[in-house]
């Protein structure tokens, strides 16, 4: 764990030095802030919209932070040539890849709080109420979603030569998975032979990104969701970013680092 | 004395990207035997693409054997235990350009696993060992070439290793750094380590190494003390390596 932590270490200690992330950071919290402000003639609808719109936006720029800060971590590492004085101490090549996950993974924590904190000010001050347990579980499953992005967009990373192919072909499988994971079923009911049962095959490998996508509970103000479907939804996504892991260690553990 | 690296019929083949049929996979190292006793300043010479660096990527575990084994410490190369006791500077020094020194030097040593106490004495011992110190917070991307050079000697000595690996630590320093690296080297000589090192400064070799092996084509030509080879070539090491390796100076037109 020591050298898993060292790892993750300095990849949220990168990521608060540079410059790009504040800019994506202070953005969608400007927007938030400036959005949550404007005042409709207290429309229900219309605040409900840019409540919608406020975490919709939050979604699409933690979706951008988890995908290019993990896509770049091992290329940048290998063409900085930093990765060779770093393994060539007593670390494993399967603890680095869960450096790197936690690291990234811890960082998009942290902006995702900080995200909803902005949010839920605005919400809070404007509605005079906040509901903790939809807040929480929002936010919980979100950092869970972006778990398995994270552990996806590594595996990306190891398969794709330049990060910028890697974090495009992910972009689209996510946001793919997003809008057309949860219909892929019913898509299979109306098709027959081989292309339903492949369609089916792909509705139950993939992984159910949309279910965490829980933003109406708070725009609709419903109440919190079952606590055994929130846990059984935490256990599905740490299961498939393990898989994930594995899957990285795997192609990367008897992978040359020769140039 | 006792074996600190050993490796026995070490074979590396990569796959030929050159265009054409029938082209098999390149031979990088072909047969190697070696063993580098404790205490030993070991010179690895050979011309470029030799194989010297693909050995050493073997041996930190960067790159697979394709057949023998290779062990540092008795341990196999491919355990990342066998590099708790040794040190590495790799030919060229590229470390987290975000970091300072000192936070490039507790990372690595936390990964060590030296306890905190001792990890702040080690910063300051290296540090002052390769004359950082005043610029220790300093962000090593504002750093000349030979200072980072001397941070990548910093982070080699942190865990107080046994044996070090250095790949070429001398090249594009000037004179006063490369005289620098080399009283490091010789200290470290006096202290009992081991070193295990490339370079093609062969007058430099020839001052501080006790036993060099060549290597040419992937293959080791000659293994032996720096003294013999000179008593038996009857020349300087420079001469006797360009014989080796079976230069023919071309004749005068």
């Not at chain 1, 975490?55 to 995908?67: K, T």
């Not at chain 1, 101490?89 to 902005?118: D, H, Q, S, T």
């Not at chain 1, 939809?134 to 330049?162: K, N, R």
Request: proline fraction near 3%.
């Amino acid at each position: 764990m020591n050298n898993i932590f060292a790892v993750a270490g300095v990849v949220v200690k990168e990521l608060y030095r540079r410059k790009d992330f504040y800019v994506l950071f202070v953005l969608t919290a400007l927007i938030t802030l400036i959005l949550g402000s404007v005042s409709f003639f207290n429309d229900d609808r219309i605040v409900r919209y840019l409540k919608d719109v406020c975490l919709l936006l939050i979604w699409i720029s933690s979706l951008v932070i988890a995908v290019t800060t993990t896509a770049r971590q091992i290329p940048a590492e290998r063409e900085s040539r930093t990765i060779f004085p770093l393994l060539a101490k007593p670390m494993g090549r399967g603890e680095f890849i869960v450096g790197k996950f936690v690291g990234c993974w811890a960082a998009c924590g942290v902006a995702l709080i900080v995200f909803y904190f902005f949010f839920g000010v605005i919400s809070a001050s404007r509605e005079h109420t906040l509901p903790l347990g939809p807040y929480f579980q929002a936010i919980w499953l979100h950092w869970i979603c972006l778990g398995i992005i994270v552990a996806m967009v590594l595996l990306g990373s190891i398969v794709f030569a330049a990060p910028s192919s890697n974090a495009t072909i992910c972009l689209i499988v996510i946001v793919g998975i997003m809008f057309a994971g949860g219909h892929l079923n019913g898509v299979a009911i109306g098709m027959r032979g081989a292309g339903g049962v492949i369609v089916y095959a792909i509705y139950y490998l993939i992984p159910h990104l949309e279910w965490y996508d829980v933003r109406d509970l708070i725009v609709h103000d419903w109440g919190a969701i079952d606590w055994f479907i929130c846990a059984g939804a935490t256990i599905y996504g740490l299961l498939y970013a393990g898989f994930l892991l594995g899957l990285t260690w795997l192609v990367f553990r008897r992978k040359s680092l020769a140039v | 004395m006792s074996a600190v690296l050993e490796i026995h019929d070490l074979r590396v083949e990569f796959p030929n990207r050159e265009l054409g049929k029938g082209k098999g996979p390149k031979l990088a190292v072909d047969g190697l035997n070696l063993r580098v006793n404790s205490g030993e300043v070991f010179g690895f010479l050979g011309p470029n693409g030799a194989g010297k660096t693909t050995t050493m990527n073997v041996l930190l575990g960067f790159v697979n054997a394709t057949a023998g084994s290779a062990s540092i410490f008795g341990v196999n190369v491919r355990q990342p235990i066998a590099r708790q006791r040794i040190g590495y500077l790799p030919e060229l020094t590229y470390y987290y350009k975000f970091l300072n020194t000192e936070e490039l030097l507790r990372f690595y040593a936390r990964i060590f696993r030296i306890p905190r106490r001792e990890r702040e004495k080690r910063i300051d011992a290296v540090l002052k060992l390769v004359e950082l110190e005043e610029s220790r917070k300093r962000l090593i991307k504002t750093y000349s070439k030979g200072m980072q050079q001397r941070v990548g000697l910093a982070q080699a000595l942190i865990n107080n290793p046994d044996l070090l690996i250095l790949d070429e630590p001398t090249s594009g320093l000037d004179p006063l750094g490369r005289m620098k690296v080399r009283e490091i080297i010789q200290r470290l000589k006096q202290e009992g380590k081991t070193v295990f090192f490339s370079s093609h400064e062969l007058g430099e070799v020839e001052t501080i190494c006790d036993r060099v092996a060549i290597l040419h084509e992937g293959k080791l030509r000659v293994e032996g003390s720096v003294a013999d080879l000179v008593k038996e070539y009857q020349c300087d090491l420079e001469h006797a390596f360009l014989k080796i390796v079976g230069y023919q100076p071309k004749s005068r037109v």
